[in-house]
């Protein structure tokens, strides 16, 4: 079997995990009748010469086995019809020994079913046939009623304690089965579930990773096509921009790829993930290519900052940078971190509204802040963004930092 593939289960419990099966009913009703019929046939003639009194040859020699393979083909409706096929055929046996054989199949099959208002009025009409023939055709001194109906009665629980037996390992069998499906569907779910939340992280890691720097070099690019009038040294500086940001977002493409493709084997020579002791390159970057920041921070001994926290930290200021580029180019952005060991971690992104357009629009697809506030919300911590008044954008998130 093969990695992942999946044991397909049965939707019903099939006849043959039981030995119960559609050929052996046939075969155990014709023993069962047969080996009765000839018992019948010797008791009735221990003299071949000489034909016992009240005993009719030809019913018991040509007619019993007839009517014996005729109940016998009655196991047919047993399941459609079961009471139904149960009653004829025990009506059956009072002329036919034969038919006992159908007879016992079909009451056994009633009792799997384990319905006791169909297995007392069947086993009572089972007695009462039984009795009525050896009444009908003795065979010898007969016994007291009491004791043909008490052993009658005896064997009848016998088959129905068999039957019963039979059905009750069929409802277990079958609510394994059940267990079983539903357990594969929790699976499934489960699967469909991780599968989601792993789509989620890679989306969320990706945008992280290459937003920042492919926004750079759509700036730039952009700069490049409306600017015709550029001094060389500018564009040279431009050209030299998208280089860089091009080739470091195909350093962390490559990087990010690599752990998703097998976590285990990340080398030492993968780069270590960007949190806040990075934050002054993020922002150097982000002079550079021309937005203004001004950085306000007052945080008590960030060495103690856990990692997870940093790294969410950092991507948020790396999302307000990015969409403050972005929407507001040429806007001052001011970028304030305050907080503590066991007071928490407050990082806000300021912009004003640009009054300038930007020369090209870098297509975005609105999931940055959606992913980011999942980011956060993992971290459990609480992200706000929105404009307050009419010109001035705000991206606070605070974030817990535990002493």
Not at 69 to 95: E, I, K, S
Not at 146 to 156: D, F, K, S, V
Not at 350 to 364: F, H, I, K, Y
Request: net charge negative; charged share 20%.
């Amino acid at each position: 079997m093969t990695a992942g593939a999946e044991t397909p289960l049965p939707e019903r419990i099939p006849d043959r995990m039981t030995w119960w099966t559609s050929t052996g009913r046939v075969l155990l009703a014709l023993l069962i009748g047969g080996g009765l019929w000839l018992v019948t046939i010797a008791v009735a003639f221990p003299d071949s010469g000489k034909e016992p009194a009240g005993v009719r040859p030809l019913l018991m020699v040509v007619v019993d086995p007839v009517v014996g393979v005729l109940a016998t083909g009655l196991l047919l409706l047993r399941r459609r019809l079961p009471m139904t096929t149960g009653v004829v055929t025990t009506l059956l046996t009072l002329v036919s020994t034969c038919a006992v054989g159908a007879q016992t199949v079909v009451l056994c099959s009633v009792a799997t079913r384990q319905r006791w208002r169909e297995i007392v009025p069947l086993t009572l009409l089972t007695v009462a046939v039984g009795v009525a023939y050896t009444r009908l055709f003795p065979t010898g001194e007969p016994l007291p009623l009491w004791a043909e109906a008490l052993i009658g009665l005896l064997l009848t629980a016998v088959i129905v304690a068999v039957g019963y037996s039979i059905g009750s390992r069929r409802a277990l069998v079958r609510a394994w089965v059940d267990r079983a499906h539903t357990a594969l569907a929790e699976q499934r779910a489960r699967v469909a579930q991780a599968r989601a939340a792993e789509r989620t992280d890679i989306a969320r890691e990706m945008h992280d990773v290459l937003a920042h720097r492919i926004s750079l070099v759509s700036m730039h690019a952009g700069l490049l096509a409306y600017r015709e009038d550029l001094p060389e040294e500018e564009r040279r500086s431009a050209v030299a921009a998208i280089n860089d940001n091009a080739h470091a977002a195909l350093t962390d493409l490559r990087e990010v790829l690599g752990v998703l493709r097998d976590p285990d084997s990340v080398s030492d020579s993968v780069a270590p993930q960007a949190d806040l002791t990075m934050l002054e390159d993020l922002i150097e970057t982000t002079r550079a290519a021309g937005t203004g920041v001004v950085l306000d921070e007052d945080v008590a001994d960030l060495d103690t900052l856990p990692g997870s926290i940093s790294r969410t930290a950092y991507r948020v200021v790396q999302e307000g940078l990015t969409n403050a580029r972005k929407h507001a180019p040429g806007s001052l952005v001011r970028l304030t971190l305050h907080g503590s060991a066991g007071q928490g971690l407050e990082v806000a992104v300021t912009n004003r509204r640009s009054v300038a357009q930007p020369d090209a629009q870098v297509p975005g697809a609105g999931l940055g802040l959606l992913g980011l506030t999942e980011r956060v919300e993992l971290a459990g911590g609480e992200l706000r963004h929105g404009w307050e008044g009419d010109d001035e954008h705000r991206l606070v998130a605070r974030l817990p930092w535990r002493p």
